[in-house]
């Protein structure tokens, strides 16, 4: 009796289910859509409002992404995916949004046909091994030490960016900046941190060809005491500190109840003491340079100055680690610990610079530094973020290569190549999930018509030419050169991408997607919210003299 009302229920619930599933999938769609114009070297740019109400201008995907407020929480998973690609690898976030939505899109067929979407999750991680056992087949080994293979690579990653017009500027500060900030850590691993020891300083004003790459450390200040401290000495010993030169206040009110007079010299006495005290330990090491984190008073100003040495007060904390790495120096705590050993003796020149309106302390020239400033100038200031942000993404490519020196083609080739290898061994797939394979397979051509819709040309001659070529996995190197729309030999045009981005567009569009398939309710958490002081609205009762008001119906 029992069993048709549960199958009906059961189909019920598979039903809702399947509307929850078309729902995320247009939310996906919808981003992917937004977003799918900015790839590839000839793609449009985005004018984009933030909530400042500043314009920023851009075809990076995770910057136009970042400034998205989207309602439906599976466009929000989605803006996730291109963060999560750019902490990761720093490139391929407008790929990962657009082989996800792609994925997604391709699955929809699937849902319509009553397909559990745990048989499509199954068939899409089988598809996600296979593809990134293709990609270790197809790629190659590059030499990092080789600097023209490496400027080629970087070149091709930005090449898709609003600074490549301007050459090999980018990428060649990239590579410098890289370069000098890796650490080895044995076993030929090298580690390169560019968010904490690449500083990048953005000028307006002059050209962008006068970017440079510092051997060393800039910062926006000036020494505390300009007309009497040297704005320039060659080859100092720094001194760096964590801790105020000033008297120390009390952390709450202190009151001292003072009898005679001459005791209020003498605690006046007291304060000059101790801060020449500290003044004198610093002194002991004969420094040129003394930079603090905190406070620097009048009178130690004074007995610095008489001295001859410069000083710095109020840096930033990162601004000071960088400087300890450039120059060798160890940032102290307190002075009365000082060694000779603490003194940063690596920098060539301590200078600083009037740049337009505001003044730039250098310290420059350094014998090998492990923390570096990028100075880059430019006409506006919505140019330099600009090439800011393409920056960034040229220094992850160069990291990339240095900790996994592996190369896959780009332009498209890849993915054709993943495509067509996918294809092939679905036909040994059994049962029913071959067809969720088969469409995850032809998913992956997504980027290549993308890319070729955004240069231009026939997309569907196009696109049945690079089939024919890929057909049986040949040819692992033919794909579209973005600048002209013509098939060419990704190895000959020097259009490469880096294995990691590959390997982690493909990881992270994947699993999103079968998340988002595997959604069957969104059930929403947030109440509704009252007008500001309403309380609980109570039923309203008609009373005598309400009844005087109303309107009579007419007969």
């Not at 020494?223 to 952390?251: F, H, Q, S, T, W």
């Amino acid at each position: 009796m029992h069993a048709p009302v549960l199958v009906m229920q059961d189909s019920m619930k598979r039903e809702q289910g399947g509307k929850v599933q078309r729902a995320n999938i247009q939310a996906a769609k919808a981003v992917a859509d937004i977003i799918r114009t900015t790839l590839g070297p000839r793609s449009m740019l985005k004018m984009l409002l933030d909530a400042a109400g500043g314009i920023v201008v851009t075809n990076d995907g995770n910057a136009i992404l970042r400034e998205l407020d989207l309602a439906h929480p599976a466009a929000k998973s989605m803006i996730e995916l291109s963060r999560t690609q750019d902490e990761e690898v720093g490139d391929g976030t407008t790929s990962v949004i657009v082989l996800a939505g792609e994925m997604l899109h391709v699955a929809e067929a699937f849902i319509d046909k009553k397909y559990h979407p745990t048989v499509i999750c199954r068939a899409y991680a089988k598809a996600l091994e296979d593809a990134v056992a293709v990609l270790d087949k197809i790629a190659m080994t590059v030499d990092v030490e080789d600097r023209e293979t490496m400027l080629g690579l970087v070149k091709s990653c930005i090449g898709t960016k609003f600074t490549s017009q301007f050459g090999d500027l980018i990428a060649d500060l990239a590579i410098d900046a890289t370069r000098m900030v890796g650490v080895e850590l044995g076993q030929g691993l090298r580690e390169v941190d560019i968010k904490k020891y690449i500083k990048v300083e953005k000028v307006p004003g002059g050209q962008l060809e006068d970017s440079v790459v510092l051997k060393g450390v800039m910062m926006n200040k000036d020494v505390v005491a300009p007309g009497k401290m040297k704005r320039k000495i060659v080859n100092p010993r720094i001194i760096l500190l964590d801790c105020p030169l000033e008297y120390k206040k009390g952390e709450n009110q202190t009151n001292a109840e003072i009898l005679r007079e001459e005791d209020w010299t003498v605690l006046l006495k007291m304060e000059e003491e101790y801060i020449e005290n500290i003044c004198a330990q610093i002194l002991k090491f004969k420094p040129d340079v003394v930079i603090t984190e905190k406070g620097l008073s009048d009178l130690a100003c004074h007995y610095l100055c008489k001295a001859g040495v410069s000083a710095i007060r109020r840096l930033r904390k990162t601004d000071n680690n960088r400087i300890a790495k450039a120059c060798g120096a160890v940032i102290v705590n307190r002075p009365d610990e000082l060694q000779e050993s603490d003194v940063g003796t690596g920098a060539g020149l301590f200078e600083v610079k009037k740049i337009g309106d505001e003044f730039f302390t250098f310290i420059v020239d350094c014998k090998d530094p492990k923390a570096c400033t990028i100075l880059l100038r430019g006409a506006s200031k919505d140019l330099l973020n600009e090439v800011e942000r393409n920056l960034q993404d040229a220094m992850s490519v160069a990291r990339n290569i240095i900790k996994c020196p592996k190369l896959v083609p780009g332009g498209g080739a890849t993915e054709l190549t993943v495509s067509a290898m996918l294809k092939q061994k679905s036909s040994s797939i059994e049962g029913i999930e071959k067809w969720p394979y088969e469409a995850a397979a032809i998913a992956f051509e997504a980027i290549p018509r993308t890319l070729a819709q955004n240069c231009g040309v026939n997309v569907i001659r196009t696109m049945t030419a690079l089939q024919g070529k890929h057909a049986n996995g040949e040819n692992a190197w033919i794909g579209i050169d973005g600048n002209t729309g013509e098939i060419a030999d990704m190895k000959e045009r020097k259009i490469w991408d880096s294995y990691a981005v590959k390997a982690q567009a493909f990881k992270t569009a994947i699993e999103a997607a079968c998340l988002l398939l595997r959604i069957d309710d969104i059930v929403s958490g947030i109440k509704k919210k009252q007008a500001p002081g309403a309380g609980p609205s109570k039923p309203k009762i008609d009373e005598e003299g309400d009844a005087d008001n109303d309107q009579l119906i007419p007969e």
